[in-house]
């Protein structure tokens, strides 16, 4: 009886996530897939092909657009000395008209790497609050209309948490935990603030050296969600609720990509491509590991029954089972970007501004090469038959007629 | 007659209309003394998000209340606070009901905290077009450094736009003398040097410049970081000690940089694992609060007087003017600065630096000079400089 109300609990958890929604950094499950979108091939920024509307953004941001219901949702920074003034905006999604506008003051560090900004994390969402994180770890939840719910300065409250270089781990939601991973030489920690209070549910001591990869999500068949976490230490996974450690996995990871898990397995960015069978409720173990289907700065993108990561500029697609090479396409260009699947195509940004759309199948092929006229460093968000991407200086919407 | 008769109607209804604002007035406050009360890590948040919501649906007559509750507050209520003012005054935008008036008084009164000024300017500007030319200007040594950079910001481009070198060069002077921030001293400063003024950039920014230092002690795999070499219990500035290669003294180093470095690498040669200590002496006209503010690529401390204000165990993070913030007291008379600056062993071309800036100023970055420093601008400054 438990199990099935566990289940029913759980389909109608899944039935609440809007299929228009890409509410997190990757989407709403972590995985950067939207299977059933549809998105032009084609598009020019300059002549306005396949562009439903690009609207200008103030500030720095290098962070990825976030939708929830018809909105979209950015995070930006700007000051000019430092950027200790920090912007979460809303957009109407189908019109690019800007909804509404909230400024706060940053209450932490704000040194970051001149490509970078203070809002490089992208902004999470539980359908009904908007959680903006910044490199100075201050954490705002706002509604979908803008009102302040709660606001965090969790280097207020750890003044040693911070990276003069900068941070850009993005929170994550995992039920009614919005989980945040602050690693750096100082005050070193990862956090699970309640979604309805920002009050700390849970905060565990992290390695003290930089890394700003993001926590991962698990989903275990009875529907149980584990948050995953990262570091040049190992993986380990943790009750959202809680925080308490469920299971590690000792193997080095890298400190840029992300964990993502998809279909029962997690992919680690450790030691190339490390790829583990989640086990219900215990540690996972080893299906394969590969030195070439290697996630560079990017994080592992699973669809189906296939492993796409860009090694450098080289898209490469293995086999899922146990890690073959499949293909490997060259995509030009510096990515920080993760890539996104949208139906038969995967969305290659690069720094340089431009997407590439590579068709996936027996072999991949960049089909087209499209300028977006500025730098992109956020990874981009699929909502319906859209594409959103957060450049430099805009928002651009990406899509067909009367999308 | 019939006017006392109207007199007393229009009385009697007032009653309800004083009454309910009174009533609105009092509910708004106790909303925002929770919103005042809320602390670190969460404290008071189950109180306070009630009342945001509550204090959101406010008034825009009462949104001047809102920002005075800035006043003094500290900085995560602050944002809270914001966060509500910002909610009402969207309404008041759309229904053009921004009490400016109300604002504009608000703005004027210095007594309110920089913060919350900065907000009423941005409601009124919302609105205003005229705001800028109308309100900023006069704001140009104001304490809201926010408000202070865009009065800068206008007189830079006055000074710009004036006829003839010697009233650029005037204006750019007198302009130099309000900014505080580094992008805008740095405009100031070329701007003086290319029509051929003089500017004296460590005294503009009260950076030390001159240093006795001692090193190197060992720091090999970190061990010098929790070790209290001798510095740490007593500075002696004749005394010798057994470094991590040999007998070391103190030597004296004075910076020209303009922005106050000192290259331990120059000063003690290149070493990796080790640890420098830098000493300076700071005269005090009087007892006072200061910022010591350090720029430094490796981990450091500073003691200021024997009391450890800052320790930061960080290493090849990138660095800049006033990365550390450090509040002290100095005394009357003679105060001690003592740093400690450590390198470690990273092998990377990036991770070789070894050098720090510090200077003494006010919480808005205003130079706090030491009254011994040999420098004939200093006797020259306003008192508020010097």
């Not at chain 1, 991962?216 to 925080?243: C, F, I, N, Q, Y």
């Not at chain 1, 590690?248 to 840029?256: F, K, L, R």
């Not at chain 2, 390198?343 to 991770?351: C, F, I, R, S």
Request: hydrophobic share 40%.
């Amino acid at each position: 009886m438990k199990r099935f109300l566990t289940l029913i609990a759980a389909t109608a958890a899944l039935l609440l996530f809007s299929a228009a929604d890409w509410r997190q950094f990757r989407g709403t499950d972590l995985t950067g897939v939207a299977a059933d979108s549809r998105l032009p091939t084609q598009f020019d920024v300059k002549t306005g092909e396949n562009v439903a509307w690009t609207t200008p953004l103030l500030g720095k941001g290098v962070s990825g657009p976030i939708v929830v219901r018809d909105r979209v949702f950015v995070t930006a920074s700007s000051g000019p000395v430092t950027q200790n003034r920090l912007h979460v905006l809303a957009f109407d999604a189908k019109t690019g008209q800007q909804v509404w506008k909230r400024d706060f003051w940053a209450t932490g560090r704000c040194y970051h790497h001149p490509t970078s900004a203070n809002a490089a994390p992208t902004p999470a969402s539980d359908g009904e609050r908007i959680f903006a994180f910044f490199s100075s770890n201050d954490l705002v939840c706002l509604d979908l209309d803008g009102n302040l719910l709660w606001y965090r300065g969790l280097a207020h409250d750890y003044p040693k948490a911070g990276n003069d270089v900068g941070m850009s781990s993005s929170p994550v939601v995992v039920g009614k935990t919005v989980v945040v991973q602050i690693e750096n030489q100082g005050d070193s920690f990862a956090a699970g603030i309640d979604t309805e209070t920002g009050e700390t549910r849970w905060r565990i001591d992290r390695p003290h050296a930089a890394n700003w990869a993001s926590p991962g999500m698990l989903r275990l068949k009875d529907g149980k969600e584990l948050v995953l976490l990262t570091s040049g230490k190992g993986l380990t996974a943790h009750d959202p609720l809680t925080g308490e450690q469920k299971w590690s996995y000792d193997s080095g990871c890298s400190i840029i990509p992300s964990v993502t898990a998809a279909n029962g397995r997690i992919y680690l960015p450790a030691n190339g491509l490390t790829v583990l069978d989640a086990g219900e409720g215990s540690a996972p173990s080893l299906a394969w590991e590969s030195n070439k289907v290697v996630p560079g700065n990017s994080s592992p993108v699973v669809d189906g029954d296939k492993v796409y990561t860009l090694r450098g500029s080289v898209l490469v697609c293995g086999n899922e089972k146990d890690g073959d090479v499949l293909w490997q396409e060259r995509v030009k260009g510096t990515f920080w970007a993760t890539p996104v699947i949208a139906g038969e195509h995967a969305y290659c940004v690069n720094q340089e501004g431009q997407c590439l759309v590579v068709q996936l199948g027996e072999k991949g092929q960049v089909v087209s090469t499209n300028e977006l006229g500025e730098a992109v460093l956020g990874t981009p968000a699929v909502a319906g038959d859209a594409l959103y991407i957060r450049g430099e200086k805009h928002l651009i919407k990406i899509a067909g007629a009367n999308k | 007659m019939i006017s006392r008769t109207w007199i007393l109607a229009g009385g009697l209804l007032l009653i309800p209309c004083l009454l309910a604002a009174r009533g609105a007035d009092a509910e708004l406050s106790s909303h925002l003394k929770t919103l005042r009360a809320v602390g670190p890590k969460g404290a008071g948040h189950r109180d306070a998000v009630a009342a945001s919501q509550a204090a959101s649906k406010a008034d825009p007559s009462q949104l001047t209340t809102i920002l005075a509750a800035m006043d003094g507050a500290n900085p995560i209520a602050t944002n809270w606070l914001r966060g509500v003012a910002e909610a009402v005054a969207q309404r008041a935008t759309v229904s053009k009901a921004l009490p400016i008036r109300n604002l504009e008084s608000f703005l004027a009164d210095t007594s309110h905290s920089p913060r919350g000024r900065r907000l009423a300017y941005e409601l009124i500007a919302v609105s205003d077009e005229t705001a800028e030319s109308r309100l900023i200007p006069r704001l140009i040594d104001d304490p809201s450094l926010e408000l202070r950079r865009d009065a800068v910001a206008l007189a830079l481009a006055n000074a710009a736009a004036a006829s003839g070198k010697d009233a650029q060069l005037a204006a750019y002077q007198k302009t130099f003398r309000s900014c505080r921030d580094h992008d805008q001293i740095k405009q100031a400063a070329d701007k003086i040097k290319q029509l051929g003024g003089k500017v004296d950039l460590p005294l503009h920014y009260g950076f030390v410049t001159t240093w006795r230092i001692l090193g190197p002690f060992d720091n090999v795999n970190d061990k010098g970081w929790d070790a209290a070499y001798p510095p740490e219990e007593k500075v002696d500035l004749k005394a010798k000690y057994p470094g991590q290669k040999g007998e070391i003294g103190w030597i004296e180093a004075t910076t020209s940089d303009e922005v106050g470095n000192v290259d331990l690498n120059k000063v003690l040669d290149k070493h990796k694992g080790a640890i420098a200590y830098a000493y300076a002496e700071f005269v005090s006209d009087k007892a006072q609060e200061v910022d010591l503010r350090l720029g430094c690529i490796n981990a450091n401390k500073i003691w200021l007087n024997g009391e450890l204000l800052t320790a930061n165990h960080v290493y090849h993070a990138n660095t800049s003017i006033d990365q550390y913030l450090a509040r002290g007291k100095l005394n009357k008379g003679k105060n001690t600065i003592l740093l400690k600056v450590a390198q470690n062993e990273q092998t990377e071309e990036w991770a070789q630096e070894w050098r720090f800036q510090l200077r003494v100023c006010d919480a808005i970055g205003t130079a706090v000079l030491s009254q011994d420093l040999p420098s004939a601008a200093s006797a020259s400054l306003p008192r508020t400089v010097r």
